[in-house]
C-alpha cells in the first residue's frame, strides 16, 4: 500500500539558516504531493502541493520539488525564521488508495 | 469565509462511556474526513464522508463510527472509550473528495479528548 518516509525529528536550527526535511513515498499511480504545516495549538494547514512530475510547490518561502524518479518531495527553505517553528507533515494522495496518508512529522524549533 | 470548526474543545470523558465530536466544514465543501492524532502513532485516517456516504474507513475498531448530515456537518462517534482513545481528533473539510487530485483539505483545530 501506499506509504510516506519523512525525515525523523526533531529538528532545531539557528535563525536564518537552510532548511531540508526530506520525504519520500511509495504509492501506485502517479499521487498529488502536499505538505502541511502544523503549529503550536492548531490544526494543520496546507503549506503546498504538486500534482504533476517536475512541478514545483512554493509558498512563504518554502519549496519542494515532485520527483517521480526518486519517489521524493523534500521541503526547502533557504532562510528560517522563528516563525517558522512548527511541525511539518509530508502527505501524498492517491485516488487509487482513497485517502491522505500522512508522514510521521517532523518538529522543527528556530532559535534566535 | 469561516473556517472548519470543532466542537468541543477538550473533553475528558471516563473509561467505557461514549463521545460524540462534531465537525461543521467550510460552507460548500460536501467532503468531511476524521484523523487520530497521537504521539506515538502520528496522523491516522479515520474516515471521509462526501455527501452523506462514507467513501473510506481506516483501520479503526467497530466502536469508532460517523455520520454526515445533508448540511455538511458530521459528527464522529467513539463508543466504549478506552485509555488509548486518548487523542487529538482532527476533521478536514475540501470541495471534492480528498483523494482527487490536488485536492486541499482544510484542518479544524481539533478537539483533544482524554480518556481516564
Known amino acids: 500500500g501506499d506509504s510516506v518516509t519523512q525525515m525523523e525529528g526533531p529538528v532545531t536550527l539557528s535563525e536564518e539558516a537552510f532548511l531540508t526535511i526530506n520525504c519520500t513515498y511509495t504509492a501506485t499511480g502517479y499521487p498529488s504531493l502536499f505538505w502541511y504545516v502544523q503549529y503550536p495549538g492548531e490544526g494543520l494547514q496546507l503549506l503546498l502541493k504538486?500534482?504533476?512530475?517536475?512541478d514545483k510547490g512554493s509558498n512563504k518561502g518554502f519549496e519542494a520539488t515532485y520527483r517521480k524518479e526518486t519517489t521524493s518531495f523534500h521541503l526547502e527553505k533557504g532562510s528560517v525564521q522563528v516563525s517558522d517553528s512548527a511541525v511539518y507533515f509530508c502527505a501524498p494522495t492517491n485516488f487509487g488508495n482513497e485517502k491522505l496518508t500522512f508522514g510521521t512529522g517532523t518538529r522543527l524549533t528556530i532559535i534566535p | 469565509k469561516a473556517g472548519v470548526t470543532q466542537t468541543p474543545r477538550y473533553l475528558i470523558k471516563t473509561r467505557g462511556q461514549q463521545v460524540t465530536l462534531s465537525c461543521s466544514p467550510i460552507?460548500?465543501?460536501?467532503?468531511v474526513s476524521w484523523y487520530q492524532q497521537t504521539p506515538g502513532q502520528g496522523l491516522q485516517f479515520l474516515f471521509e464522508y462526501f455527501s452523506e456516504t462514507q467513501r473510506n474507513k481506516g483501520n479503526f475498531p467497530g466502536r469508532f463510527s460517523g455520520r454526515q448530515f445533508s448540511n455538511s456537518r458530521s459528527e464522529m462517534n467513539v463508543s466504549t472509550l478506552e485509555l488509548g482513545d486518548s487523542a487529538l481528533y482532527l476533521c478536514?473539510?475540501?470541495?471534492?473528495?480528498?483523494?482527487?487530485?490536488?485536492?486541499?483539505?482544510?484542518f479544524g483545530q481539533g478537539t483533544r479528548l482524554t480518556v481516564v
Open positions: 478536514a473539510s475540501s470541495l471534492e473528495p480528498i483523494t482527487v487530485s490536488g485536492t486541499e483539505a482544510f
Open positions: 504538486a500534482t504533476k512530475a517536475d
Open positions: 460552507s460548500g465543501h460536501r467532503s
